[in-house]
């Protein structure tokens, strides 16, 4: 009886359940590999989602419209990914340091703000959110259809997503050079690439793909913002990408892995198998933790993490 439980988990719901849990995740992920690409580790992207997921609510609450309150989560992420780079690219701060920093800020800061905002109320301010809208003939592919094609906007954003920074990073000249600041700054800045422009530029997307990702969580999958709602999903996207060895596509390959770690531990707890709560909800974190460990990989971009400083010139 316990095994026919466990096979009725790997159901349509659980797959569709995990393309719902892993979006979120690879739009903050995508963020990072163009950032790390660029020679940055934003260790802070937890923070990033945070403010992502909270002023997308001040936004969707503040004009009644989801897509003006996504907007608005996004901006606060790139201003925030702004604020990181400026520390970090141009005061050369500790990079690791300065992540968890951020992490810290944007635990506290947003739960702040929700209550100078709204006060403490016995249920979280509720706004508009999107709505699932099932494409055209995609939709109704048996079993496929239903998986991939019936979801909100914001998950066909996100396969939009993975293919445009792919073609991004390997097909055009931005791409090249952001690829080329993270393996020798220096030899890219001898042939005339702006180092620090492109470095915040990538600080920018980052932050508001992270950004983005919160967003999904308070307006796509909730009606609300909630403390700590991110709930680590920055780190299973710093995961995802040494998974993905720094590739769009395989490290959002690598998210569906995480995606289908939250899908398991929700659909285990409905289904009331006798496993202890605490171990369901410690399941995708030891699963990150594994993750990191095997999939140790010496890919990353050379300089990453690594302060830039312009070679002094001679007048």
């Not at 002023?55 to 606060?76: Q, S």
């Not at 999958?221 to 780190?235: E, H, I, N, P, Y």
């Not at 569906?256 to 974190?285: E, T, W």
Request: hydrophobic share 55%.
């Amino acid at each position: 009886m316990e095994l026919e439980a466990i096979l009725s988990l790997f159901s349509q719901e659980f797959f569709y359940s995990t393309i719902r849990m892993a979006t979120p995740i690879v739009m903050a992920a995508i963020g990072e590999v163009i950032m790390e690409r660029a020679g940055i580790l934003n260790l802070g992207i937890e923070s990033m989602m945070m403010f992502g997921a909270f002023f997308g609510v001040v936004g969707a609450a503040t004009f009644g419209n989801a897509w003006m309150g996504m907007l608005t989560g996004v901006v606060a992420g790139a201003l925030a990914g702004a604020l990181f780079g400026f520390i970090v690219i141009t005061l050369r701060a500790n990079q690791s340091v300065t992540g968890t920093a951020f992490n810290i800020i944007g635990y506290g800061l947003t739960t702040f703000l929700a209550r100078v905002l709204w006060g403490i109320r016995s249920e979280p301010l509720k706004v508009s959110q999107f709505q699932d809208i099932p494409l055209p003939f995609l939709s109704d592919i048996p079993f496929l259809g239903y998986v991939l094609f019936d979801h909100d906007p914001t998950v066909y954003i996100a396969y939009i997503v993975v293919i445009v920074s792919t073609i991004f990073l390997f097909r055009t000249i931005w791409g090249l050079r952001i690829r080329a600041i993270g393996e020798h700054p220096r030899a890219a800045e001898t042939i005339g690439i702006n180092v620090f422009r492109y470095r915040y530029v990538a600080a920018l997307i980052a932050g508001g793909l992270a950004a983005f990702g919160g967003a999904m969580l308070s307006l796509a999958q909730l009606d609300m913002f909630v403390d700590r709602m991110s709930g680590g999903r920055g780190f299973f996207a710093l995961a995802a990408v040494i998974l993905g060895r720094w590739h769009p596509v395989g490290v959002a390959l690598g998210c569906l892995l995480f995606g289908a770690g939250n899908a398991i531990q929700m659909r285990v707890q409905a289904f009331g198998l006798k496993i202890a709560p605490d171990l369901l909800i410690a399941f995708p974190f030891v699963l990150t933790l594994l993750v990191v460990i095997v999939f140790r990989s010496t890919a990353n971009p050379k300089a990453l993490a690594k302060p830039y400083e312009k070679e002094a010139t001679l007048e």
